[in-house]
C-alpha cells in the first residue's frame, strides 16, 4: 500500500490478532503512527498489555501510550471485568448478546482515542472492529462508528479532522490472518484469550474465533493452547 501525505494515526492496539493486523495496516497507510493500550481491568490485561509492549518492540513502535479506564471494571456487569460472572464455553452460535461484551467499552476507548489524536494532530483513529465475524457485539458494527464519528466532528475544536478507520470490519477472521502474514505481523506475539493465564485456554469464544480463523487460512495458529 503506498502511504498518505501527510498522515498521522492513533491505533487502538489491544494486543489482540484483530488490532496487531489493524496496526500493521496503518503503518503501512502513514508516515506517523502512535500506539495506545487501555487497561481496563479484563481478565486477560496483564497478558493484553506484554503483547502490546512485544508488538511495539517488534515495529520499534517508540511512541505509545498505556493509559487506564479503571471504571469499566469497577462497574462490572461483564465477564471480562467481573469474576462472579463465568465466561461461557465451546459455543459461537448463541443467540443475543454474550456475558463477555463490555458495556460501550469502545466508545470509551475512541474518546480517549480522540483526546490523544486531537493533542497529537493526527486525523485517523484506526481500531480493529469486525462486525461480520466477530461475538456480536453492538459497538462492533459500522453505524456505531459512523454515529461516533459525527460525534467527533461536533466535540473537538474547529478545524479538527478526525476519521475512524476500521481496515477489517468486513474481514472474517480467516482473511485477517491472511492479510497479517501477507504484512508480516508476529502473530506468535498476539494475545486473543478471555482467560488471563499463561497459555490460551482454547476454548473461549475469542479462542474459538481465532482458532477457526487460522484454521480457514488453512495455516497454523503459532501460539501453542492449553486445550484446542
Known amino acids: 500500500m503506498s502511504k498518505i501525505t501527510p498522515s498521522r494515526a492513533v491505533v487502538l492496539l489491544s494486543g489482540g490478532m484483530d488490532s496487531a493486523v489493524t496496526a500493521a495496516i496503518a503503518l503501512s497507510e502513514n508516515e506517523q503512527v502512535s500506539f495506545l ?3 481496563y481491568g479484563a481478565r486477560a490485561q ?3 498489555e506484554e503483547a502490546f509492549r512485544a508488538l511495539c518492540k517488534f515495529w520499534k ?9 479503571p471504571s469499566l471494571s469497577s462497574f462490572g456487569g461483564s465477564a471480562l471485568t467481573d469474576r462472579s460472572i463465568s465466561i461461557p464455553e465451546g459455543a459461537l452460535d448463541r443467540e443475543g448478546i454474550p456475558v463477555t461484551y463490555v458495556p460501550f467499552r469502545n466508545a470509551h476507548f475512541l474518546a480517549t482515542a480522540t483526546s490523544l489524536a486531537e493533542i497529537r494532530g493526527a486525523s485517523r483513529i484506526y481500531i480493529g472492529a469486525v462486525e461480520e465475524d466477530s461475538s456480536g ?3 462492533c458494527r459500522r453505524v456505531f462508528y459512523d454515529a461516533f464519528t459525527e460525534a467527533i466532528r461536533q466535540g473537538t475544536k474547529p ?3 478526525i476519521s475512524i478507520v476500521t481496515p477489517v ?3 472474517r477472521k480467516s482473511r485477517i490472518v ?3 502474514l501477507r504484512l508480516g505481523v508476529p502473530f506468535v506475539h498476539t494475545w486473543s484469550c478471555y482467560q488471563g493465564v499463561t497459555k490460551p485456554c482454547g476454548h473461549c469464544d475469542s479462542c474459538l474465533l481465532r482458532l477457526r480463523g487460522f484454521s ?4 497454523s495458529d503459532p501460539i501453542e493452547y492449553l486445550q484446542s
Do not use: K, N
Not at 216 to 219: I, R
Open 37 to 39: 493500550h487501555i487497561r
Open 46 to 48: 496483564e497478558r493484553e
Open 61 to 69: 513502535v517508540s511512541d505509545f501510550q498505556v493509559t487506564d479506564l
Open 137 to 139: 457485539y453492538p459497538d
Open 159 to 161: 478545524g479538527t479532522d
Open 169 to 171: 470490519i468486513t474481514f
Open 178 to 180: 491472511q492479510e497479517g
Open 216 to 219: 480457514g487460512a488453512g495455516v
